[in-house]
């Protein structure tokens, strides 16, 4: 399994560390619409862009599937997070994540389940291993780069 570039892994670092400080500070309770706004905007204050319920276009072969699937955060166009406020997450959750890694050609994504009691326990960190590693691209949303 390649790690992403330092880059994204210091990017990275910072989206645990807030979502810790996040879980820590408010404990598990809150919507996942809530949990994702206040996350969304501590990155954004640490000068980090992310982008909210961002609509994907999924690209297989030569299909193109408009705004297949929505992100519940993407962080400086490389980190697919998704947010959950449930009792526990099931393998789904990450399929779901490692499918958006896949179609968008992003390198690196999390599940963060801010419903349980532990942080640690609500975590899980995805690598795409097909995605380019030091350069990766915004899969067919390409045209919403600029927007």
């Not at 399994?1 to 309770?29: C, K, N, Q, Y």
């Not at 072969?61 to 009792?87: F, G, M």
């Not at 179609?103 to 975590?123: A, E, H, R, S």
Request: net charge neutral.
């Amino acid at each position: 399994m390649m790690e992403p570039d330092p880059r994204v892994d210091a990017i990275a670092r910072l989206v645990v560390d807030t979502a810790f400080r996040l879980h820590r500070d408010l404990g598990p309770g809150l919507l996942e619409s809530a949990y994702e706004a206040l996350l969304s905007a501590k990155l954004v204050s640490l000068g980090l862009n992310v982008d909210r319920q961002l609509p994907v276009d999924a690209v297989f072969e030569d299909v193109v599937l408009p705004a297949a699937y929505k992100l519940d955060l993407l962080v400086e166009r490389c980190i697919v997070i998704e947010i959950k406020s449930v009792e526990r997450t099931t393998p789904a959750h990450a399929k779901q994540v490692l499918t958006y890694l896949k179609l968008g050609g992003f390198p690196l994504g999390f599940v963060i389940n801010f419903g349980t009691p532990m942080f640690k326990d609500g975590i899980k960190r995805l690598i795409n291993n097909s995605a380019p590693l030091a350069s990766w691209r915004l899969g067919a949303n390409q045209k919403n780069q600029n927007a």
